[in-house]
């Protein structure tokens, strides 16, 4: 977060995809799904005197048809980047997703005093710049609504002992890369979220990611990603669902299910998106 408390905190969206049809005319494009999220999600006040007066920029990048991205000179001003989902799969050998691999891994390396928070495609393109792999899930989709089990590290990054979060993915990070830290997981999917720690970092390592941790503050964690969606709401999961069904990307029986779960409790604002203005340095 800006030194400055003024000055209204700076961050970049690597917008990786977009979405379609009636989703987009209902919910509008990416950088208005993360606006909304991210300003819904803002400490409330009452709860952190010191956010009452946060205000935020959030600049849109278009890094598939036009691959444009900030430069060296406009990364120094961010606090923060965030990158979006994507119908993609992270694992494509394409030039735009090389690209994002390697401006990920740029940025990790050389401007460690910008957040990288990665959501669902985000996540999975952080592991793959960053030591691990990304792959299909066997053909398993996660949708909808979906409670994940928490490490003892995911609880006290999220301040919960569980949580429910929208899913829409059937790739997935088998494996935690090497200086990350479990958050949580599912029965279908061992890897649904990660972080890396500024050092000093936990005493956990990712080897045993049971172990409970030392106290330390979001405000010290370095990279944040949740294979989830924690910016999508129930209508806008129900509406990609019929897109995909429709389109025969989503079988039926993952269809209906997500269909039977839709009103399930969604943390996405209230728990996930609290975090990530915690490891922006607001409410932390």
Known sequence: MSSNPSKPISLALLVCGALQGKVYAENGD????????????????????????????????????????????????????????????????????????????????????????????????????????????????????????????????????SLNIQEMHRDHVPEVPPTFQLLGSTAVTPNQGMVRFYSPSPTSSSSSPQTTPSPTSLSQIHILTVQGHPEFTKSIVSGIVKQRTYSGVIDSEAAEDAERRKDWRNDGVGVLGKAVWGVLGVGA
């Open 30 to 161: 990416y950088l208005a799904v993360f606006s909304r999220f991210l300003d819904a999600s803002l400490p409330d006040a009452s709860s952190s005197p010191s956010s009452s007066s946060i205000k935020f920029t959030l600049d849109p990048y278009d890094v598939v048809e036009s691959m444009t991205y900030p430069t060296d000179a406009q990364l120094d001003t961010y606090d923060g980047l965030l990158i979006t989902g994507s119908a993609a799969s992270a694992y494509e050998n394409v030039e735009w997703i090389n690209r994002l691999t390697a401006f990920v891994k740029h940025v990790a390396d050389e401007k460690p005093h910008v957040k990288l928070i990665g959501i669902c495609f985000g996540h999975q393109i952080i592991a793959r710049a960053l030591g691990g792999e990304c792959v299909p899930n066997g053909g398993r989709w996660e949708v909808g609504p979906t409670p994940i089990e928490l490490t003892d590290i995911g609880k006290q990054i999220f301040g919960v002992e």
